[in-house]
């Protein structure tokens, strides 16, 4: 049944707007080669350069045929686990290229600007994920990328610096900030995996 439903489900994910979103954030990558002030402000651009390319994510599940395929025989884990997995190998060919366009000298360590985009890539998807679970919305994506974006600016402005999540790489918190990272990885999976149970009682609709 999977293999039947690979082709199917490959031309309707939106691969136009996770395109555009991923070009988006190379050019952010690539502007880390275009001078010695855009070379100190790599970490930034890379960070910019993740929430791009999460935003194209959080379009994944867009499906405007949504309420006329609840009824298929495949559930919907199915549906969702192989709309991600199809995303996979383009969002890791994205990630190395978007690493390898940042300087070697000022490229932040590997691993754990991996997990940071790792997390807020399965974050995004995990929200719209969410949306889907609780809503009726077939195109999820925008509400998901304003809250993806909300999320990142408030977090900037006013989350607490004892629990700081973005912090250069010469900062002493920032071992301890990778931490909380992994529990947001750890907690954006959780949240994926829940959403995509089928509901016990679909809503009645008027």
Known sequence: MIRQLVFPVHRTVPWAAIGAAGATGLLLAALTRTGETAEQLSLYLLRAAILAFAVGLAFLLDDPARHTTSTVPSPRPVRIALRTALAVPATAAWWTVALLLVPPGVRPPVADITLEAGAAFVLAVAGAAAAVRFSEVTRPGPPVTGALLTTAVLTLLFWPGRWALFVPVQDERWAAAHERWALVLGGAVLL???????????????
């Open 192 to 206: 994926g995996v829940v959403c995509t149970v089928e509901p016990l009682r679909r809503r009645i609709r008027l």
